[in-house]
């Protein structure tokens, strides 16, 4: 399988839960409110022998007119018409605000119009009922009666080689997934695996639904990482989007 980072930069993020982009060279963390958290924001593409997958779908924000992930995929060759898949672990604005983009005419548009969008149910059904700040319903309400969207329930597997599983740890029905292929096994953990370093420790995090139970998990999944080869890819890593990298 081809991994590609769709990297969109990096981001400051506190209490308001506004993305702020941040220039490496030019700011300042400490200059930025108390308790900004830097992250990276980083979807993946993955090619696979049946499909060509995205897994979550970056901020939505566009550059000169283009769709950020739309330009990060051409970048790479693939047109965004050829995705087959959007794997969604949860629905946070930062994770799901790709999924759709306004057209000419005003309207919302799904970003991916050939893929399958595989969401949780209950997760969709949390997002449109808590709304702003956490998440952008507007964005998200054409995915209700699209013929585009698999709505699942709880953990399972598609098309025989794509896992996965509800967490639940940073957001109540957050979800992993697993992807599995000619004994190369990915792992993308969305927010309740964000990090390469928060792996190897033992953080409880605060702005997590249940920080005890997303340490608890972290703990488990470095584990069988290690037993069994798996290949860690981080959504929010600012140096370590891909574990081992290769």
Partial sequence: MKIIPLSEGLFTIDKTKVFIPFNQENDQLQARAVGSLLVEIQPFAIVTEKDI????????????G???IHRNLRANGIEPG???KVLMSHLHKDHA???????DDGNFALSFPNATYFIQEQEFNFALDTGFPSFIPD???LLK???QV???NGSGVIDDYIYYDISGGHSPYHQVFRIEQNGQILFFGGDDAPQLQQMKS???AKYDYDGKKSMELRQKWWKLGQEHDWTFLFYHDVKKPIWPEV
């Fill in 82 to 84: 050829s995705v087959t």
């Fill in 66 to 68: 283009e769709l950020q």
């Fill in 97 to 103: 605000g790709g999924v759709s983009y306004k057209d």
């Fill in 145 to 147: 009666h699209s013929n």
């Fill in 53 to 64: 997958l995205v897994i979550d779908a970056g901020l939505g924000f566009k550059v000169e």
């Fill in 202 to 204: 033992k953080l409880v």
């Fill in 139 to 141: 964005e998200l309400a």
């Fill in 150 to 152: 698999k709505f699942v």
